[in-house]
């Protein structure tokens, strides 16, 4: 394990250079053409031969010179429509931003790719390297399955990995179980009929249609789900009209619903719809609940969970790998090839306020930084992880 780390150290600069790259070059959601490309001309350049997938999808495999099951590893590479505000020299400038730090899982499974190279006579089987669009969209993950990513050869178990600003550098931390949310993300459209702000009576007021839709929502959760439940329904978009003295003809919200329990999830969606069509109706207007995109919640396959932080404390040590039950409301789209095949998602942590006063801000906030000196780390375990589940799961 030593050979591992020390190998991927001699490296950084180079893991580095990957992430500062595709730092620089954000791109958001399906379509990802300068991200896709340096990726795959990196891989030809380590000897790979990868292959497109989907809009933006890259897999690469590798194999050992004896037979074996099929390890899967996966980065995404998407980053959101966030303007950075960073002070790095190497920061974004076209209003979007990796602020999520998928340059970072991307810059890490690269540095694998060239590990695995370098320890290929060590491999039993075969190591399939999965770069994936959309992950914020929550597509990517549904899409590749979809087209096949787990075939040909057959994957049997999978890894990915991310990085967790305000957790102290090189820890890791692993759920047990469902330890992630699933989510819905939703968007209502009201419709009334415009008028003049003096005359109300002669129109019907899709904002106060709206507002009652927002309200009785929440009492979902408030008076139909168990306290002992966990679940979220977030608007965080609520646009309507653009004058101050005129009733406009429509209203768009936008949010989410997040729970750890799939059942509840797809019980607060048939609420949802409910409370809007009938909320409308009853003030006179039409609105319409539309499922943009979903994500089950996180389930861990605990078995591999113990099996593959073991693999990891031989990297960062026994007391920085921290396992733990239940979890938090994020959302994650690795989700989906947890309910196909024995699945393990961890977090890296990439530096807390202690370590540098320019680390620990909030995932996806326009000023996180993460620490680079990390990315030797997550390469390790990514290699290391695949290179001794193959051995010991012939």
């Known amino acids: 394990m030593k050979k591992f780390i020390e190998q991927a150290k001699?490296?950084?600069?180079?893991?580095?250079?990957?992430?500062?790259?595709i730092h620089s070059n954000p791109e958001v959601g399906q379509e990802l053409p300068k991200t896709k490309k340096y990726v795959m001309d990196k891989l030809v350049e380590f000897g790979y031969s990868p292959e497109e997938i989907c809009e933006s999808g890259i897999v690469a495999t590798i194999k050992g010179n004896k037979p074996g099951k099929t390890f899967l590893l996966r980065a995404d590479m998407d980053a959101l429509p966030i303007a950075e505000k960073t002070s790095c020299d190497f920061k974004s400038t076209n209003g979007c931003m990796h602020a999520c730090g998928h340059d970072m899982h991307t810059a890490m499974l690269l540095g694998a790719a060239r590990l695995l190279k370098e320890n290929q006579d060590e491999i039993e089987g075969t190591i399939k390297l999965v770069f994936q669009p959309d992950e914020e969209g929550f597509t990517g993950s549904k899409k590749?399955?979809?087209a096949g990513v787990l075939e040909n050869p057959k994957v049997d178990a999978a890894l990915a990995m991310h990085v967790h600003s305000g957790t102290p550098s090189n820890v890791v931390l692993c759920g047990l179980g469902t330890s992630i949310a699933g989510c819905n993300r939703f968007r209502i459209v009201v419709k009334g009929k415009g008028c003049h702000g003096a005359m109300p009576e002669t129109g019907i007021d899709p904002i106060n249609i709206a507002a009652h839709i927002y309200l009785a929502i929440q009492t979902i959760l408030t008076r139909e789900i168990s306290a002992t439940e966990s679940a979220v329904v977030t608007i965080g978009k609520f646009v309507g009209g653009d004058v101050p003295n005129v009733i406009p003809e429509e209203v768009v919200m936008e949010g989410t619903i997040r729970s750890l329990d799939k059942e509840v999830g797809e019980f607060i969606f048939d609420r949802m719809n409910e409370i809007v069509t009938s909320t409308a109706k009853m003030l006179r207007g039409e609105a319409e609940l539309i499922e943009l995109s979903s994500v089950p919640p996180l389930a861990n396959n605990d078995e591999l969970a113990h099996e593959l932080t073991g693999y990891m404390k031989d990297i960062v040590g026994e007391k920085a790998v921290v396992?733990?039950?239940?979890?938090?409301m994020g959302s994650e789209d690795f989700a989906s090839y947890s309910y196909e095949?024995?699945?393990v998602y961890i977090m890296l942590g990439a530096g807390t306020k202690q370590e540098n006063s320019l680390y620990g801000e909030a995932m996806h906030n326009e000023k996180v930084v993460f620490n680079e000196d990390i990315l030797p780390t997550g390469a390790a375990i990514h290699?290391?992880?695949a290179i001794m589940w193959l051995k010991n799961n012939k």
Do not use: H, N, T
Not at 323 to 328: N, R, T, V
């Open 144 to 146: 590749m399955i979809k």
């Open 323 to 328: 396992l733990f039950e239940q979890g938090g």
């Open 383 to 385: 290699a290391y992880s």
């Open 341 to 343: 095949v024995p699945s």
């Open 10 to 21: 001699l490296i950084k600069e180079e893991i580095i250079s990957y992430r500062r790259v």
